[in-house]
């Protein structure tokens, strides 16, 4: 399949706004101006660039704790999500989600999940009322490799199946839950594996690789629009960073991180896009600079922003 | 008005919602040909399809979670669990998921989903059959708790349930499916938060939710013979609350005993309590407040023990007279 210029360069901006934005997350967290925890991405970009640029504007995606590049690649506003993750009254839930609660259903964002595996199940009942409705929109679905050993992993593979519903799993095998390493949980080779118990087509790619990402994701989408059923794509992938702020890193080696960071994703596609003469390394230069400039107004955007108010304490308990 | 059950009661109102809004379905275990384990969703698939009358593989939490991400979507899905005890299995999708959904994400989610599920002791189906949860559930923010008695309340508490944009638990109890009563053929919510004083009375307030309304009002008959006055309140909904037809009740009465079947310990009669003696209520209080309410003990299967295990009629009418020597 031959990809547009247009949405190469696309993805490129997404993952560099991704990685811009939680390097800013990181370097506010250390000032303690975001507070709680967050999780970051950095180095796992491609994962969510190129799997959401798959989806149609109206498509549905429920993402993991560690969705910022999915929020990104699916149109949300860096200045509304720094708000949030800020504790701001203008983030996209009012300052009462924070960085693991962003959504947007406008946006066709289902949201992220706190809960290890909460959200597959929610995101197949989405997929469920797509068929029901017969909208022709999918569903794509996040999760880790954490999230595969889960009930709700098999209970909603085995319901989407059975009902062929409108979704793509994508996990994001970064191998590690927290600290445990996915070959200690999990006896098979790969986790797509799993799909062959849900008469299930599993596949397992290079999740570093954008342009694989997107294009197999994209034939999952087609064969899901036309009612073919459910596909599980696993992305093999690395988080450079730790699982959240408290980490030390103390069940890998520094070897092993400095490996996969020979292997970024970003750096590997800007290669290819010079490579393919796509792209000069001028144009990318001027790309990294836009980007790290949208960051510098989402900061700015979300310290001027007021704190919610206590009266919101109590609002939006229920629905009217 | 003709008289119907309890069970009928809960079918016709899902099969007029279902009639009404096309974006109402079910979901659950068995409910389809075999018309769910007690036979309440029995022939809604001949009239409305397998896809909207939808039987579903032996999986609580998906049931519940697909239940919540076609809500969030648009569409108004009823799921069954089967017994309340099961909800056990999609706890995580009730209490974290449904529950703080639209709170957490800023008020730009809803979740208009109910969770109907059949509660209670009495049928001999022991520990992981019987339970009476509601207190798990009530304890949760975001959440609306129903416990009706009647057909004429279940039927209207599940249309408001139906057409509620939150996330409801439905408690329905096993024993009442059976229990007749009048129920018009009119289209007609019961509203949430209203209790209904079904006695009145001057001496003693009673408080009692599902089947232990009606053996509250049994009591109360029984005690009308000995000149006693009992004031019996079914609240209907346990989340929202109507405290102020307690307060006002106990004000007028100077006695509140509360009657519940799960067990005593973190009950939902222990809020109750609470409500009271934090109200204007307090200082009219003759005497202390009681609970009746089932033992701390997991519900046995031998019939006697079974019995003995939760609030019989007569243990109210005991208690009844035991709290106006006070």
Redesign the interface.
Known sequence: MKLSKKLKLRMLEQMLLTRYFEEKVDELFAKGLIHGTTHLSIGEEAMAAGPVNALKADD?M?ITHRGHGSCIAKGADINIMMAELMGKET???????GSI?V????EGN??A???VG?G???????????K??NTGKIVLCFFGDGASNE??FH??L??AS?WQLPIVYVCVNNMYGMSTCIDDVCPTNNISDRASAYQMEGITIDGNDVLEMFEVTNNAVIKARKGQGPTLIEGLTYRWKGHSKSDANLYRTREEIEEWKKKCPIKRFQTYLIEQKIMSEEEIKKMEESSLETIERAVEFAEQSPYPSLDALE?????? | MEEITYGQAVRDAMREELQRDENV?LMGEDIGVYGGAFGITFGMIDEFGP??VRD??I?E??I????????????R?IVEIMFSDFLTLAS??IM??AAK????????????LVVRTPGGSGTGAAAQHSQSLEALFAHI??L?VVMPSSPYDVKGLLKTAIRD??PVVFFEHKLLYSKKGEVPDTDYTVPFGEAEIKRSGSDITVFATSIMVHRALEAAEQLANENISVEVIDPKTLVPLDTETIVKSVIKTGRLMIVQEACKRGGFASEVVAEVVESEAFGYLDAPITRVAGKNIPIPYSKKLEAAAVPQVEDIVKAVKEELLQ
Do not use: W
């Open positions: 549905f429920a983030g996209y839930c009012k300052g009462k989600g609660h959504a947007n259903l406008e289902l949201g999940n706190g809960i909460g597959i199940p929610i995101a197949t009942g989405a997929a469920l009322a797509q029901m409705q009930g709700t209970e909603s085995n319901m059975i609002e939006d308990l229920y629905a009217y | 379905f896809d909207r579903t593989p999986s939490a998906a519940v979670g697909a239940g919540v991400g076609a809500a969030m979507v648009g569409m899905p995580d999708q974290n998921q959904i639209h709170y957490m994400l800023g008020g730009k989610a809803k979740v208009p923010p975001g609306k944009d939150n």
